[in-house]
Structures are given as C-alpha cells and as structure tokens.
C-alpha cells in the first residue's frame, strides 16, 4: 500500500489542482461581472431623474436661451495679391538700382495685410460706421460715446472683423461678422475701397512728383530753346566743330544721368513716406546711399568735362553750353514724359495690387449661434454629468450602510 502511494505524482496533482482553482476564479469573475452588469443598469434606473429628466431640462433651457440670443451674419471676400506692373514692387522695381538691392522682391500681400490689421484701418471703420453706438456691433445697450475708450473701440473691430493671410498662395481673406448682414457687406466692402487706395497711393504720390518734375523740365526746355535760338541769331553760329562736339555730347550723358539720379532719390523721399515697413525703409535707405555716392562719381566726371569745355574758345564756349543745356532739357523732357504716362496707366488700373476673387455679399443665413449644436451638446454635457453623478451618490449610500 505505501509503494502504491509513493507512485503518486505530486507535481501532477498540484498542476491538475491549480488548473481547477484557475477555472472556479474565471467562473466566479463572470457571475460578478454579470451583477456588476445589473446593478449597472439598476442604478441608472434607480436615479433616472438625473440620468435622462436633468439632461432633458437643461437642454430645453439652453434652447430657451439660445432663442434670446441675437443673430449674426458673416461677409466674406477674398483677394489674390500678384506682383503685376501697378502692384507696390513695380514702384520699388522702377527706380534705378532697385534690382541690385532687391527691393523689387517685396511681398505685396504681408504689406497690404499689415495694413488691413492696422490701428490706422481700424480708426476708418470706427468713424465711419459709429462703431461706440452702433447696436448692430456692441448689442441693443451701448454706452454713451463719451463714455466708451478708444481702445476698446479698436479691440471691438477686432473682434468683428478677421483679417487672413496666406503668403504662399498670396490670398487675403477679409471677414466682417455682425448682427446686421447689410452692415456685415459694407464692412467688408470698406475694407477693400480703402485698401485699393492704399495700394495705389505709392502710385499717386509718384505721379504727383513726376507731374512737379515734368512742369519744371518743360518750363526750362522752353527757356533753353529760346536761349540757344538768340544766341544763334546775335552770333550767327550754328555748328561745332568735332572736339566741342564730343565734349557736349559727354556733358549732356552725364548731366542727364546726375538729373536722373537726383529724380530717383526724391523717389525715395515719397516712398519712405508711404511705406511703414521696416525691411523696405532699409532697403530704401540703403538706396540713397548708393545713390548718394553715383551722384559724386558723375559730379567728378563733369569736373573734368567741364575744364576740357572752359578749354574752347569763348564763342564756342557758350554755343556749347547753351547746346548742352538744351540737350539735357529734351532727353529728361522725354525720360519724365514716359514714367508720367507710365504711372497715369499703373493709377487708371485700381486693380493693379490685387483681384477680388470673391465679393462681399450680403449674408442671407446666419453664421451664429448654432442653436442645435448648442442643445446637443447641453443634453449631452449633462447626460454625463448625471450618470457621473448616480454612481457617486449610489457608492456613498453603499459605505454609510457598511459603516452602519
């Protein structure tokens, strides 16, 4: 009898038993599981107001106070900034050496953007729509203008108007959102009025000079003219020779390049005075210097054309001055004449900074507030409270009776 149990395999039987022990655990999980699972649902059942009477109330309060809520309407326009031959790198890309500097290089929509954000633009929309007392933007109770702070008027338009940019595809996107959708559409209509005569103001203030410029040049044309004719007239003295020839052909180059130049710096003068971007004042600056120093360099030459001029006989010293004075007058008469007609083409075409792609229109469906959205979100935000809610008052009541 002992040999037949010192034959018994123990490992085998612990192995058989602990098998045994892991299935009755398994079996005795799935039975909690399963009162687990009907208490589950004998606790929503038990506090039912919470779990779907309280999320059906505050639904139906938040559809009752989304109906006080005002309207609001959103206009919308799109523009697509290029670099075209009336945009604001043209007008940079005009002046001499502009291109060594790469002024023509400019972003045209980063600029025109800066400007739509700007508190500048934002004071055009205060006046002109009466942002402190319009109840279409700070609601049916505004306070009285006296009372009301600049900048929280700018921080209003802000807020109703949303200005985007993408450079890379160079489209900006202006927004005007209101509870008027008439005033939404002029919003965003005056947005863009104002920026084409932004843009083009680099343009105009350019033609004004070149209009100053070419008045002053016909005027001394006229005057060079009439002194050549009577010299030539008192003197009889119609020709040079091939020396004095030369002489007041190389004094006219240079005299014109030093005139161009001089025309190219007051340029520089108008912009500086138009663009507030830093980068661009740089450049700019930088410009003048150039500028600055090609001028001594031409002064220098005509130094030397000058001596060799003084060299001629009297005569024929003055013939060749008058010659020289009326030559430099007809090529800046004809230079000025053709960046005239020039920036009177760039001012003509009011698109040249941008297209529109998409106008302002007046809003016929409201952008806000999205009451449905409000309401499911309300019934759903207190469904979870009120489950949340069940099984905590459910646990408490359970360890008050345990403690009892």
Do not use: C, W
């Not at 108007?161 to 489209?171: C, E, Q």
């Amino acid at each position: 009898m002992s040999n037949k149990f010192n034959e018994i395999d123990t490992e085998l039987i612990k192995k058989e038993v602990k098998e045994e022990l892991l299935k009755r655990e398994i079996m005795i999980g799935l039975e909690e599981d399963e009162i687990d699972l009907f208490e589950l649902f004998g606790v929503l059942k038990k506090h039912y107001k919470l779990v779907l009477i309280m999320p059906l109330i505050v639904a139906i309060l938040v559809a009752l106070y989304s109906l006080t809520m005002p309207n609001y309407y959103k206009s919308s326009a799109t523009l697509y900034v290029q670099s075209k031959s009336g945009g604001l790198s043209s007008v940079l890309s005009s002046i001499p050496m502009a291109g060594m500097l790469g002024l023509g290089q400019i972003s045209d929509s980063g600029y025109l953007e800066a400007f739509l954000k700007s508190n500048t633009m934002s004071g055009i929309i205060i006046q002109k729509f009466g942002i402190a007392t319009n109840t279409a933007i700070v609601g049916p109770n505004p306070k009285p203008a006296s009372d009301v702070k600049y900048d929280d008027l700018l921080n209003t338009v802000n807020k109703t108007v949303s200005i985007g940019n993408d450079a890379k595809s160079g489209l900006i996107t202006i927004s005007a959102e209101t509870m008027d959708a008439n005033l939404s559409a002029q919003i965003t209509n005056s947005y863009i009025e104002h920026l084409t005569r932004f843009a083009n103001e680099p343009q105009r203030k350019k033609l004004l000079f070149l209009s100053e410029q070419l008045a002053q040049v016909t005027k001394d044309l006229n005057e060079a003219q009439e002194s050549l004719k009577k010299f030539q007239d008192e003197n009889k003295m119609f020709t040079l020779e091939e020396y004095a020839k030369s002489i007041v052909e190389r004094m006219t180059k240079l005299q014109t390049e030093k005139f161009s130049t001089e025309v190219s710096m007051q340029t520089q003068d108008r912009l500086m005075q138009s663009f507030g971007s830093m980068p661009e004042l740089i450049k700019l600056e930088a410009l003048k210097v150039a500028e600055a120093t090609r001028i001594k360099a031409i002064n220098d030459e005509i130094s030397v054309t000058q001596t060799a001029m003084e060299s001629l006989p009297k005569l024929a010293l003055e013939f060749a001055r008058l010659r020289v004075a009326l030559s430099v007058k007809e090529k800046l008469f004809t230079m000025i004449t053709e960046q005239y007609e020039l920036a009177k083409i760039a001012i003509a075409d009011e698109s040249s900074a941008f297209d529109i792609i998409d106008s302002p229109l007046v809003p016929e469906l409201k952008s806000k507030p999205k009451r449905a959205t409000m309401v499911i979100l309300a019934g759903l935000l207190a469904g979870v409270i009120g489950v949340f809610s069940s099984f905590l008052i459910e646990f408490i009541q359970k360890r008050k009776q345990k403690e009892s």
